[in-house]
C-alpha cells in the first residue's frame, strides 16, 4: 500500500503560483509513475501531469502545459507540481497518485491506470 498525502493549496489570485507537495509513505515511489488530477465542481476528474519512474518523462495537459511543472524527489518519496500564472479556470481539488510502471515505461494520463490516490488539496484562483 501507498499512502499520498498533499498540501500545499490554498486561495490565490490570477497570476500566482503555487507548489503543491505529494508525500508518500508505505512504499517507495520509485517504483511507480506519479501523477496530478484535478476536479472542478461538478465536473470529473481529469488529468493534469503525470513524471516516469525516474523523473526521465512527464506529460502535461494542453490547459497547463508551459506553466505548471511536475517533478519527483525520490530520496524524500515526495512529487511536486509547482503551478505558476495561475488561472480562475485552475480551481479544482488536486489529487496526486501512483500508477505502477515498468522500467522505462511513460507515465499514463488515464486515471483508471492509477493504484492510490491521495485524499486531494483545494486551489482556488480568483481573478
Not at 36 to 46: H, I, S
Request: glycine share 12%; charged share 20%; with cysteine.
Amino acid at each position: 500500500q501507498v499512502q499520498l498525502v498533499e498540501s500545499g493549496g490554498g486561495p490565490v489570485q490570477a497570476g500566482d503560483s503555487l507548489r503543491l507537495s505529494c508525500a508518500a509513505s508505505g512504499r517507495t515511489i520509485r517504483n511507480y509513475a506519479m501523477g496530478w488530477f484535478r476536479q472542478a465542481p461538478g465536473k470529473e476528474r481529469v488529468f493534469v501531469a503525470a513524471v516516469s519512474r525516474s523523473g526521465g518523462t512527464t506529460h502535461y495537459a494542453d490547459s497547463v502545459k508551459g506553466r505548471f511543472t511536475i517533478s519527483r524527489d525520490n530520496a524524500k518519496n515526495t512529487v511536486y507540481l509547482q503551478m505558476n500564472s495561475l488561472k480562475p479556470e485552475d480551481t479544482a481539488v488536486y489529487y496526486c497518485a501512483a500508477e505502477a510502471s515498468p522500467v522505462g515505461a511513460p507515465p499514463s494520463e488515464k486515471k483508471g491506470e492509477y493504484d492510490y490516490w491521495g485524499q486531494g488539496t483545494q486551489v482556488t484562483v480568483s481573478s
